[in-house]
C-alpha cells in the first residue's frame, strides 16, 4: 500500500517568513494530494489541494509544488501571521483507494 | 449546505462497556472513513465505505472494533468491551468518490 511520510514534525518560523513543509509518497498511482491544517480541538480543514496533472497550485499566501518524478509534494506558506500555528498534515490518494495521512507538522508562528 | 455531523459529541463510559459512535456524511457523498485521533497524534486510518463496495476494514485495531454503514449513508463504528487505551477523538469524513475529504467535529471517546 501507500506510504506518505511527512517532515519536518516541527516547525517554529517568526512571524513573516516563510515555512515549508515536505511530503514524500511511495505509490506511484496515487493521483491525488490534499493539505490539511487542523487547529487545536478543531476538526481538520481542507487548506489546499493538487492533482496529478498539475506540478503547481497556488492560493493567496498558500502553495503546493508536486514532484511526480521523485515522488514528493510540498506545502508552502509566506509571510506567516500567527494565525496560521497549526498542524498540518499532507494526504495521498487515488480513485476508489482510502486517503494516507502524513504524521503532521505542528507549525509555531512567533509574533 | 449541511456539513458532516457527528453523535455523540462526548462519550465517558466504564472500561468493558460497549459504545457506538454515528456518523452523518454529507448527503450524496459515496465515500466515508472513519479515523482515530490521540491527544496530540496524527490521523490513524479505522475503516473506508466506498459506494456497495466491501469496505476496506484494513486499519481496525482489533476485532472488538467493528463498523456499518446503513443505505449507503449513516454509519456507526462500535467498540465492543472498550479499554483506556480507546480513549481518543473518532473522527468521520466523507467524500465524492475520493475527492476532497471533509471531516465532522469527532466524538471524543474517553474510557474510565
Known amino acids: 500500500g501507500e506510504n506518505v511520510e511527512q517532515h519536518p514534525s516541527t516547525l517554529s518560523v517568526q512571524e513573516g517568513d516563510s515555512a515549508v513543509i515536505k511530503c514524500t509518497y511511495s505509490?506511484?498511482?496515487?493521483?491525488?494530494f490534499p493539505w490539511y491544517k487542523q487547529e487545536l480541538g478543531k476538526r481538520p480543514q481542507l487548506i489546499i489541494d493538487i492533482r496529478s496533472n498539475v506540478g503547481e497550485k497556488k492560493d493567496q499566501r498558500i502553495a503546493v509544488t508536486l514532484n511526480k518524478t521523485a515522488k514528493h509534494f510540498s506545502l508552502h506558506i509566506t509571510e506567516t501571521q500567527p494565525e496560521d500555528s497549526a498542524v498540518y498534515f499532507c494526504a495521498a490518494s487515488r480513485a476508489g483507494n482510502q486517503f494516507y495521512f502524513g504524521t503532521g507538522t505542528s507549525l509555531t508562528v512567533i509574533p | 449546505g449541511a456539513g458532516v455531523s457527528q453523535s455523540p459529541s462526548n462519550k465517558v463510559t466504564e472500561k468493558g462497556k460497549d459504545v457506538e459512535l454515528r456518523c452523518d456524511p454529507i448527503?450524496?457523498?459515496?465515500?466515508l472513513y472513519w479515523y482515530r485521533q490521540s491527544l496530540g497524534q496524527g490521523l490513524e486510518f479505522l475503516i473506508y465505505f466506498q459506494g456497495n463496495s466491501a469496505p476496506d476494514k484494513s486499519g481496525l485495531p482489533s476485532d472488538r472494533f467493528s463498523a456499518e454503514r446503513t443505505g449507503g449513508s449513516v454509519s456507526t463504528l462500535t467498540i465492543q468491551r472498550t479499554q483506556q487505551e480507546d480513549s481518543a477523538v473518532y473522527l468521520c469524513?466523507?467524500?465524492?468518490?475520493?475527492?476532497?475529504?471533509?471531516f465532522g467535529p469527532g466524538t471524543r471517546l474517553t474510557v474510565l
Open positions: 448527503s450524496g457523498h459515496t465515500a
Open positions: 469524513a466523507s467524500s465524492y468518490s475520493t475527492d476532497t475529504q471533509y
Open positions: 505509490d506511484s498511482a496515487s493521483n491525488y
